[in-house]
């Protein structure tokens, strides 16, 4: 097969190596050039017909015909009159046929078929017909996906006429109605409730109608549930008109109307914020749960709380225990609703993003809709990215992009449609970036015009969605203009007598959905588990495929395991773990864990994931407990705090009955998630009413690390801590981490509980924990160190520490009979009973200490101190032993830090001059 006269041809580099590749590889190349290479191949072969001789002059006019099919399909968007305001394209210089060395005259002199449309007589009709496709009311970008097959599905659907673009006549009044019902609602708003905050979706309108597309087809493919999340403009908009939240109860949250809380931590959230439930049910018999998620000001935050909840519902519909194998993705959709400014400009986007594809992680495609208003508060585009669309962030997760004109509903719910069938053939992301704009300022309260005068000027003068689209219905005779008035007062109407109603109506005065801050009684739940169903446990974790080799060094360290059992005793963390987790499923209750290095553990203590040093396959052996009726998942999680932080709480939010587990690398890591943890983990109940059980393992310790590895930022978890938000605990032992594991998996009062995590403690032989301890008992709030040898009257100092501390303290204090070492276990909620009562065990007390690793202005001490007070009276003395106040919370040098810890202990454990005076003054 001779390639001369088609080279030849080719001056142009780039297309030149496309027709190597296209030799060595047909396969290699993009399709539409596979098509055309092997027509021109077929007239430099010689079957050429006679009218159309194989010269190089006519195959440079046929690759030229080829290069711009493909920058139309490529480019075409720039042609796509997006803006509602009237801004013109950008265009681009691909999409002419100059730019590719050939004219319209010569487009005609080409047969369609040469380009592979056998369709279309000649190129010029190809390429006419593709500008109506790519260049009209849809702007595409698909072409930088890499998977072929999926751009040649939009290919085949975009121009082979398998998308539905148009609506029915009966569709498009229906449409007519939802844009003056959201419109109508914002008018209304505006008019009765003047100078209130609203953040209307007035210039987005078609949003609304965008939604209820979607939902409508994830329920016709099959979906059960449709998980929303979005910022604060236009929700109000949302939840009445997608949510059917009553728009009485909306009235009623601007009259100040809504229901008093029943108690006094039910603080409550700004109605832009709100969440809601509602079931949709479809003309066609099926029937869709659709929940709005509440939502801070914190833009994006929610975004991987959604998928959270979306991977939940999905993996609940099933009692499979295989994680895969039960999961339904078809069966929820999780819809995003973004910012234009806020999409390229918060990090979160991009780890959601990241998320998507990732086997622990991934819900089968979610839909997003940027609500682009062109603007970010007073901020332009110009200033707040540097791509030329706000969507360009996610061409790098090979996302695909529709734009539409937010005036044109029809595109807008077409792209919606679009987005479904993509969905459903691939199950992955899609992206509408819905064009409008902002009405009003960043809220109704704000003048726009001090900062964009000329924008505020067009959008004054243009036209509202609803108008537009009225107008084009009157055009096609399919509505008079006095019907479309008539629409409209029928709106206005029904508003108007509804909030006639609601300013008659007395305030309700009760809230029967209030949650109480009294303390939950959690010494009440069983927490341990008899020795031979541990032993059982614990077999099968030793257990693993005849034909399966784990590293022989590895193989040897977990059989300690099986020793650890006996009467010498030696559970480590890892293993009290595992027998936590395993008894746990068991029990039926579904374990999820997830994090950095998460399968190993960070410090190899963990090894829930073996493989083979020979084939490298895995095998988890909690996931094949015989008889376990719960499930178990781990994964590592990509290198990101705040996305997984965010999507583990949501996943514990939608599944009550599985303890979710977020490890950090380091402790200090969890700053990265500081948002999710104010916003969502510590004061959910109280703003929103909803309610998490999730736990976060955070490694925490003074070993030297460092300032980076050292601290898990223990204050900021005890600051946040109020109205029994919270759990907090530093266990020291791995019988207590036994124990405190199965009480969150167990309680029926769900809250989030946060866990120091030791280090140099998960092998040490001194912290170690016997069997017993695991098959009896439950979780210590407070230990006391005191042996029985120990008289209690010769106690007269009471040394306070949490954690590792306590064994630094107990191998210097072992002899000494004045001193008592109590660990406190749990810091919130406060154990004041058991402390207090462990005082009074003393009566020779001369003085009491708080000791901890942190420096005074860190740790638990700021916390500890007004509460240590109350529970040892205004008698004795409280001395703080520890780091002095520091900037940073520990020392970079390991000499410094030797000294510093040398320090803590010999201060704790020697009596002040102040408390030999007060003993010999009560002496």
């Known amino acids: 097969m001779s390639s001369l006269p088609i080279t030849s041809a080719f001056n142009d580099g780039y297309i030149a190596g496309l027709y190597e590749s296209f030799l060595r590889d047909p396969a290699s190349v993009d399709s539409s050039w596979r098509q055309f290479f092997a027509v021109a191949q077929s007239i430099a072969d010689g079957a050429a017909t006679a009218s159309r001789p194989a010269d190089a002059a006519y195959l440079r006019k046929v690759a030229g015909a080829a290069g711009l099919i493909q920058a139309i399909r490529q480019y075409g968007h720039l042609d796509v009159q997006l803006d509602p305001l009237g801004s013109p394209p950008l265009s681009a210089a691909e999409l002419k046929p100059e730019f590719h060395g050939i004219t319209n005259a010569d487009l005609e002199t080409i047969p369609g078929a040469a380009l592979g449309f056998a369709d279309d007589a000649t190129a010029a009709d190809a390429v006419a017909r593709l500008r109506r496709t790519y260049s009209a009311t849809i702007g595409f970008e698909v072409e930088h996906i890499e998977e072929e097959a999926e751009r040649e599905w939009f290919r085949r659907v975009i121009e082979g006429g398998e998308m539905r673009r148009a609506l029915g006549a009966d569709e498009k009044k229906a449409v007519l109605r939802r844009l003056t019902e959201v419109d109508g609602l914002e008018r209304f708003l505006g008019f009765a409730y003047q100078g209130y905050k609203r953040f209307s979706i007035e210039g987005t309108d078609a949003l609304v109608p965008m939604l209820d597309g979607a939902i409508d087809g994830a329920a016709r493919a099959g979906a059960r549930e449709v998980v929303i999340g979005m910022a604060h403009r236009g929700r109000i908009n949302v939840l009445t008109h997608v949510l059917d939240k009553p728009v009485a109860a909306i009235f009623e949250d601007f009259e100040g109307k809504h229901a008093s809380t029943s108690t006094p931590n039910d603080t409550g959230d700004v109605k832009y914020h709100l969440g809601a439930r509602t079931v949709r049910k479809l003309t066609t018999g099926e029937s869709v749960h659709v929940v709005l998620l509440p939502n801070p000001s914190h833009l994006e935050m929610v975004n991987p709380v959604v998928e959270g909840v979306a991977r939940a519902l999905q993996q609940s519909r099933s009692a499979e225990t295989e994680p895969d194998a039960s999961r339904d993705e078809a069966s929820v959709l999780p819809v995003l609703v973004h910012g234009d400014a806020a999409f390229p400009g918060e990090g979160i986007v991009a780890e959601t993003f990241n998320l998507s594809a990732l086997r622990g992680y991934r819900t089968g495609g979610t839909l997003h809709i940027i609500s682009n208003n062109q603007v970010g508060f007073t901020t332009d585009p110009r200033d707040g990215r540097s791509t030329y669309y706000a969507s360009d962030l996610a061409k790098g997760f090979e996302v695909p992009i529709v734009h539409v004109n937010g005036d044109d509903a029809e595109a807008c719910v077409a792209s919606v449609w679009l987005g479904l069938a993509?969905?459903?053939?691939?199950?992955?992301?899609?992206?509408?970036?819905?064009?409008?704009?902002?009405?009003?300022?960043?809220?109704?309260?704000?003048?726009?015009?001090?900062?964009?005068?000329?924008?505020?000027?067009?959008?004054?003068?243009?036209?509202?969605?609803?108008?537009?689209?009225?107008?084009?219905?009157?055009?096609?005779?399919?509505?008079?203009d006095d019907e479309v008035k008539a629409l409209d007062a029928q709106v206005h109407a029904a508003f108007d007598r509804v909030l006639t109603q609601v300013k008659a109506a007395p305030a309700p005065t009760e809230n029967g959905n209030g949650h109480h801050a009294a303390a939950p009684d959690l010494a009440s739940i069983e927490t341990s588990v008899r020795a031979d169903r541990l032993r059982?446990?614990?077999?099968?974790?030793?257990?693993?495929?005849?034909?399966?080799?784990?590293?022989?060094?590895?193989?040897?360290?977990?059989?300690?395991?099986?020793?650890?059992?006996?009467?010498?005793?030696?559970?480590?963390?890892?293993?009290?773990?595992?027998?936590?987790?395993?008894?746990?499923?068991?029990?039926?209750?579904?374990?999820?864990?997830?994090?950095?290095?998460?399968?190993?553990?960070?410090?190899?203590?963990?090894?829930?994931?073996?493989?083979?040093?020979?084939?490298?396959?895995?095998?988890?052996?909690?996931?094949?407990?015989?008889?376990?009726?719960?499930?178990?998942?781990?994964?590592?999680?990509?290198?990101?705090?705040?996305?997984?932080?965010?999507?583990?709480?949501?996943?514990?939010?939608?599944?009550?009955?599985?303890?979710?587990?977020?490890?950090?690398?380091?402790?200090?890591?969890?700053?990265?998630?500081?948002?999710?943890?104010?916003?969502?983990?510590?004061?959910?109940?109280?703003?929103?009413?909803?309610?998490?059980?999730?736990?976060?393992?955070?490694?925490?310790?003074?070993?030297?690390?460092?300032p980076e590895h050292s601290s898990a930022r223990l204050e900021r978890f005890l600051q946040l801590a109020a109205e029994n938000n919270l759990r907090v605990a530093y266990p020291s032992t791995p019988a207590q981490y036994f124990h405190v594991l199965r009480r969150q998996a167990l309680a029926s009062d769900r809250r989030p509980l946060v866990l120091m995590q030791p280090k140099s403690l998960l092998r040490l032989p001194q912290a170690a924990s016997h069997l017993s301890e695991l098959s009896s008992g439950a979780f210590k709030p407070v230990i006391d160190d005191a042996t029985a040898s120990q008289a209690s009257e010769l106690v007269r100092r009471m040394v306070l520490c949490t954690g590792k501390l306590y064994y630094d303290l107990a191998a210097s204090a072992e002899k000494n009979q004045s001193i008592a070492l109590v660990r406190v276990e749990e810091l919130y909620p406060w154990p004041h009973e058991a402390i207090a009562r462990v005082i009074d065990r003393y009566p020779a007390l001369e003085e009491v200490v708080w000791a901890q690793e942190e420096p005074k202005n860190m740790g638990a001490w700021s916390f500890v101190a007004p509460r240590l007070r109350a529970a040892v009276g205004n008698t004795l003395p409280i001395r703080y032993i520890g780091r002095p106040e520091r900037a940073s919370p520990a020392e970079g040098y390991a000499t410094s830090h030797t000294e510093q810890q040398t320090k803590i202990v010999a201060d704790a454990l020697a009596l002040s001059d102040a408390a030999h005076a007060a003993g010999a003054a009560r002496g």
């Open 536 to 706: 059982g446990v614990n077999d099968r974790l030793l257990a693993w495929p005849s034909d399966f080799k784990p590293l022989p060094k590895l193989a040897k360290l977990l059989e300690r395991r099986r020793a650890a059992l006996g009467d010498a005793g030696g559970i480590d963390w890892g293993h009290a773990e595992a027998l936590a987790l395993g008894s746990l499923l068991m029990q039926g209750v579904s374990v999820r864990l997830t994090g950095q290095d998460s399968e190993r553990g960070t410090f190899s203590h963990r090894q829930a994931v073996l493989h083979d040093y020979e084939r490298g396959t895995a095998y988890a052996p909690l996931q094949h407990i015989p008889g376990a009726e719960g499930r178990f998942e781990v994964y590592n999680s990509p290198l990101s705090e705040m996305a997984v932080l965010a999507f583990e709480y949501g996943y514990s939010v939608a599944s009550p009955q599985t303890l979710v587990m977020w490890e950090a690398q380091y402790g200090d890591f969890a700053n990265v998630a500081q948002p999710i943890i104010d916003q969502f983990i510590a004061s959910d109940r109280a703003k929103w009413g909803q309610d998490s059980g999730v736990v976060l393992l955070l490694p925490h310790g003074y070993e030297g690390g460092g």
């Open 422 to 480: 993509y969905r459903a053939r691939f199950g992955k992301d899609f992206l509408i970036d819905l064009v409008g704009y902002r009405r009003h300022g960043h809220n109704e309260t704000d003048e726009p015009a001090f900062t964009q005068p000329l924008l505020y000027a067009a959008i004054r003068s243009h036209p509202t969605p609803r108008e537009v689209w009225a107008a084009r219905l009157v055009r096609e005779g399919l509505l008079s």
